[in-house]
């Protein structure tokens, strides 16, 4: 079982970015899922989350306007398309799949995480 994200890279402010996350398995096709980031020195936080069917979605305030995430069921991948980016934002993002369908803010409702991706957004 394993979560694959990508899409990381350098960036200035103002820039974009779009990260996707590739499931390996149809395993998580009825779970919500979601985007965590972690900036050095800092706890890993919440970013955005989205339901099994994509039809629920919840956004930090940091990043809601900026950020959007989306799911594509068919071929289990998972994005965040992130826009006007600034330099608050750079930190490691990791995706996840939660135990249930709906989305969700809190860590702990997470089971399975996939390996990070480092975004930095320069000023």
């Known amino acids: 079982v394993q979560l694959q994200a990508s899409g990381g890279g350098a960036v200035q402010a103002g820039g974009s970015l779009r990260l996707p996350c590739a499931a390996s398995?149809?395993?998580?096709?009825?779970?919500?899922m979601g985007w965590f980031r972690q900036a050095p020195g800092k706890e890993r936080e919440f970013v955005a989350s989205?339901?099994?069917?994509?039809?629920?979605?919840s956004y930090a305030d940091s990043v809601k306007d900026r950020f959007t995430i989306s799911r594509d069921r068919g071929t289990n991948v998972m994005y965040l398309q992130m826009n006007d980016l600034v330099p608050e934002d750079t930190a490691v993002y990791y995706c996840?799949?939660?135990?249930?369908?709906?989305?969700?803010?809190?860590?702990?409702?997470?089971?399975?995480w996939g390996q990070g991706t480092q975004v930095t957004v320069s000023s």
């Open positions: 398995t149809r395993m998580f096709t009825n779970n919500g």
């Open positions: 996840a799949a939660a135990r249930g369908a709906w989305n969700s803010g809190s860590r702990s409702d997470y089971r399975y």
């Open positions: 989205i339901s099994w069917n994509g039809g629920g979605t």
